[in-house]
Nanobody
């Protein structure tokens, strides 16, 4: 089992940047594929980015590709989401997620993940 805690959210103007962090408990962090999701009020939870257990494979939703970068540091049990060129439509509660499944595919659906953090709010003003 792993526990996840997000941080780094806040209020930023359009065009600005934020870096989200996800801290994981436990000593087997590199067993888990990881992802970032977001959920805006009244909308479904949306996939943002995925990173494989070693960090060698990353994948992004079309809406954030080229602006966001996902990374992880397995030695520190940390995952990150660097967000640049932020837009008002990026406003949402951002969640990190983890799953121990060894899957030969990118995990992009909420149901693919077993463990979730509580979320950190990102608000982008126009």
């Amino acid at each position: 089992q792993v526990q996840l805690v997000e941080s780094g959210g806040g209020l930023v103007q359009a065009g600005g940047s934020l870096r989200l962090s996800c801290a994981a408990s436990g000593r087997t962090f590199d067993y888990y594929s990881m992802g970032w999701f977001r959920q805006a009020p009244g909308k479904e939870r949306e996939f943002v980015a995925y990173i494989s257990r070693s960090g060698g494979i990353t994948y992004y939703s079309d809406s954030v590709k080229g602006r966001f970068t996902i990374s992880r540091d397995n030695a520190k049990n940390m995952m990150y989401l660097e967000m640049n060129s932020l837009k008002p439509e990026d406003t949402a509660l951002y969640y990190c997620a983890a799953d121990p499944l060894v899957a030969a595919r990118v995990l992009t659906a909420p149901n693919d993940y077993r463990y979730w953090g509580q979320g950190t709010q990102v608000t982008v003003s126009s």
